[in-house]
């Protein structure tokens, strides 16, 4: 990484790395400070919308020499895209984290619209943006991230063999949801900071019907912001009503599920969302 960059983003390292799909990932590795993976290798926390999310969470790797709040030890692999693709990770993102068969909500159609009407995007963005909610592939991706990444990071950074994390935001927590949902056991614990969930008829409730009686070993944190629900945008309101429907149901089966209220708006909400994963999940 270039002087530039260390300076903002140290410890850490970037590579780019194809998928078997034929996508092209661009991958940023922070490891924590003093790190030796020979005396003391440490889990892997993977933090999605790498493009977006790594100048916000990377840094945070230094809590882990905070005196006042014990963090266990993590590596953090960000994960995001590529070369000219870059640019697009906005809707690019669509593809990848959101559940095969999720439903476009009407919600979500019309903030695009509105959006289109402020100047934020062209009609072509906005076509574009919607297009790839109609063939969504997060299976695809979870894939990618288990069996294609993961081996990567864990020979090429020496990782421990358990305590792994995973961390989404928006359709990054949606992504999360389903990950959770799915039972994949890579992960020890999953942040899901205000999920995607914007239809009553998403995936991950099916996904939940499906779960029955079953238990998931993961530990999952959920967060939504009061902004959302308090706010005038009817997305962000189905977002956090669907996302207290969910928790409603799977906290009445027990287990292993954490929520937090943040007060912030979607957009701030990030940074705070992923500090409630660390301190709740991963507090020594």
Known sequence: ????????????????????????????VTTPPGYDSATAPAPAVYVLDGNWAVGM????????????QQ??????????????EAQHWARLRNRDLVPPGEPIAQELVDAVEKGLQAG?????????????????HADAFLSFLTTELHPRIERDYG????????YGYSYGGLFSLYTWLS???????????????????????????????????????????????????AVYQSVTKNTATL?????????AVT????????VTGLQASFLSYLRTCRAR
């Open 259 to 266: 929520s937090a209220i943040l007060d912030e708006t979607h």
């Open 247 to 255: 928790l409603h149901r799977l906290t009445s089966r027990g287990g």
């Open 71 to 84: 963090l266990q030890p993590y590596l953090q692999v960000s994960v995001g895209y590529a070369g000219e």
């Open 120 to 136: 934020a995007m062209t009609r072509e963005a906005a076509d574009a943006y919607l297009a790839e909610l109609r063939d969504t």
């Open 1 to 28: 990484m270039s002087a530039m960059w260390q300076g903002c983003l140290a410890g850490t390292d970037y590579f780019e790395l194809r998928s078997s799909g034929g996508y092209d990932y661009g991958v940023w």
């Open 183 to 233: 039972g994949c056991t890579l992960f020890d614990s999953v942040g899901a900071g205000s999920p995607g969930v914007v239809g009553a008829d998403s995936q991950v409730f099916a996904q939940l019907e499906e779960m029955g009686d079953s238990e998931r070993t993961a530990r999952l944190h959920v967060t939504f912001n009061a902004r959302e629900l308090l706010g005038d945008l």
């Open 57 to 68: 969470t990377a840094p945070l790797i230094v809590t882990q020499l905070d005196p006042m």
């Open 159 to 166: 990782t421990a063999t358990s305590g792994h994390g995973l």
